[in-house]
Nanobody
């Protein structure tokens, strides 16, 4: 069984910083890609940032230069450092993991429950 748990969401002022964390718990698998998506009511969930096991990163143009994604493979954790936050960054942020179970040839995608980030003065 895999569980993803996010933490670090909350209220931040425009221009401020916030750090999101996510831990992937369970056993019998290897964690490949990790990342963050976000969603606002009435809109589709969108990619924010993804990081491979070898630390290759891909960030959405809207956050590139402001957000940084990193991971700790030993702890199965992924982080999103948000800086110079904007009101349009307000959303529920979801942690994402691409899991390769031992003994099978395919991967499965898993999601956290989401954490609210609100950028407002």
């Amino acid at each position: 069984q895999v569980q993803l748990v996010e933490s670090g969401g909350g209220l931040v002022q425009p221009g401020g910083s916030l750090r999101l964390s996510c831990i992937v718990s369970g056993s019998g698998f290897r964690v490949n890609d990790l990342g963050w998506y976000r969603q606002v009511p009435g809109k589709q969930r969108e990619l924010v940032a993804v990081i491979s096991r070898t630390d290759n990163t891909n960030l959405a143009p809207s956050v590139a230069g402001r957000f940084t994604v990193s991971r700790d493979n030993a702890k199965n954790m992924v982080y999103l450092q948000m800086t110079n936050s904007k009101p349009e960054d307000t959303a529920v942020y979801y942690c994402y993991a691409k899991i390769h179970w031992n003994g099978v040839s395919y991967e499965n995608n898993y999601w956290g429950q989401g954490t609210q980030v609100t950028v407002s003065s």
